[in-house]
């Protein structure tokens, strides 16, 4: 994450001399099987708060393990944010744990057991035995409410050598965390730190370049000590660009986030497509609403990447909005024969005949006609691109005609479709934007 607040001249400063320690408890992750997003996500919440994360801890799921873990971090961290370990299995031993380092036994909390029982309640099924356990606290603890699952977080100070270090236990479930984290924890730790005024985020969306292209778009935008701070981070070709201020108030704060933002957008220009939790589908989408327009899709080789992004920003979106955006898909596997859905339809543009196969432009005409749709999306089938490398084309057919762009698959191959669905998905965005709702390239 860069951008972290700590400038030299600062370093005498209480609020500079804390430091947290991040801390992921699973098996699953100690053994490789899945992939820790929880503690980046943390530690780039962290850095925007300018409070520097010094450790990334990984346990598994044993008791001696997890006592070690928290012993050493709260001997050398101010705060420990841990995520995993509180579901009702045997295996999940975090309150366990904390039981240990504080030296007392676990107490049950009626109100938290209302709290689980009551979701199983609402979903019509008696709950298990096991499910008791997640009512149950460390005593002298503090309950993190947990409003999307039955996993209650706990809040916990742990006295060490010198220091008493405050350990927040999080669900390792990341919906759940996160909401818990913006609810719960952000304010508590905010509460806990030396005053420094008020801190107020904003997260600007953008697609189109990478991490490093970005950052140099920006003039001295992302760099340590700067107030607001603006750190950057990239996931599966989506950029964010988290902008954080400090202020008397909250509208010191937004005032001052406004000015980093305009320039932000002055600099990005279409590559910025939204803020906070907008994903490049939601934009799209709304874009092809805004316009009163409808929009449907064919894909040759992505598994349904495409049709999927779009019917969840269909589900996300207001229904008033977007209700006849998008209109469904057609998933097609390469090599195979397409469907009668999309053979010839009378009067489509581009029609080639039979023998055009999977043409990217012939199929983006017919699926637009084939759903009476507005426009067209076609992505694939892959190809031999430029250089050896693979690319897949992407057209987009409207009622003036069809234009086609070539798409060059990079990276590894757990993302290179991952992120061709998104651009095919932000080449509507762009079109419409444009004016020019038939191009599809930059």
């Not at 490049?280 to 929009?295: C, F, I, N, P, Y």
Request: proline content about 7%.
């Amino acid at each position: 994450m860069v951008g972290m607040v700590q400038d030299s001249d600062r370093e005498a400063d209480d609020f500079m001399l804390l430091r947290a320690e991040v801390i992921a408890i699973g098996d699953e992750l100690t053994t490789g099987q899945r992939l820790d997003t929880n503690s980046r996500w943390l530690s780039a919440e962290l850095a925007l708060m300018g409070v520097p994360v010094a450790f990334h801890t990984t346990a598994p799921d044993t008791l001696e393990a997890g006592i070690e873990a928290f012993r050493i971090a709260s001997g050398r961290a101010d705060f420990v944010i841990a995520t995993g370990g509180l579901g009702p299995t045997a295996d999940d031993l975090t309150r366990d744990v904390l039981a240990a380092l504080v030296g007392g036994p676990l107490e049950l909390d009626a109100a938290a057991l209302v709290a689980v029982e009551s979701r199983f309640a609402r979903r019509g099924v008696p709950m298990p035995e096991s499910n008791r356990r997640q009512a149950l606290f460390p005593r002298g603890s503090r309950i993190i409410p947990n409003p999307d699952g039955t996993a209650p977080g706990i809040d916990v100070d742990v006295p060490g050598p010198g220091r008493v270090s405050r350990i927040f236990a999080l669900p390792g479930v990341p919906a759940e965390m996160r909401s818990m984290w913006q609810a719960s924890v952000l304010p508590a730790l905010l509460a806990a730190l030396p005053e420094r005024g008020t801190i107020v985020q904003r997260r600007i969306k953008c697609y189109g370049a990478g991490e490093s292209a970005i950052e140099a778009m920006l003039p001295d935008l992302v760099r340590r000590g700067r107030d607001p701070l603006v750190g950057i981070t990239a996931h599966e070709a989506t950029i964010t660009l988290r902008i954080a201020a400090r202020g008397r108030d909250e509208a010191d704060c937004r005032s001052r986030i406004a000015a980093t933002e305009a320039t932000i957008r002055d600099c990005l220009g279409p590559l910025v497509f939204g803020v906070e939790d907008d994903e490049v589908e939601d934009a799209a989408l709304r874009a092809v609403a805004g316009t009163g327009r409808s929009l449907a899709v064919a894909e040759v080789g992505t598994a349904g990447r495409v049709a999927a992004l779009f019917a969840a920003a269909q589900s996300r979106l207001p229904a008033a909005a977007v209700a006849h955006g998008f209109r469904g898909g057609i998933v097609l596997a390469a090599g195979q024969p397409r469907p009668t859905v999309l053979d010839a339809v009378p009067g489509s543009p581009g029609e080639r005949g039979p023998e055009a196969g999977f043409d990217a432009a012939v199929i983006a005409a017919r699926v637009r006609a084939a759903f009476a749709a507005d426009l067209g999306l076609v992505v694939g089938p892959t190809r031999s691109g430029p250089e050896g490398r693979r690319a897949i084309d992407i057209a987009l057919a409207s009622a003036s005609g069809v234009e086609r762009a070539e798409h060059v698959l990079g990276g590894g191959p757990d993302i290179v479709l991952a992120r061709a669905a998104k651009a095919a998905v932000d080449a509507v965005r762009i079109a419409i934007a444009a004016g020019k709702p038939e191009a599809c390239g930059r």
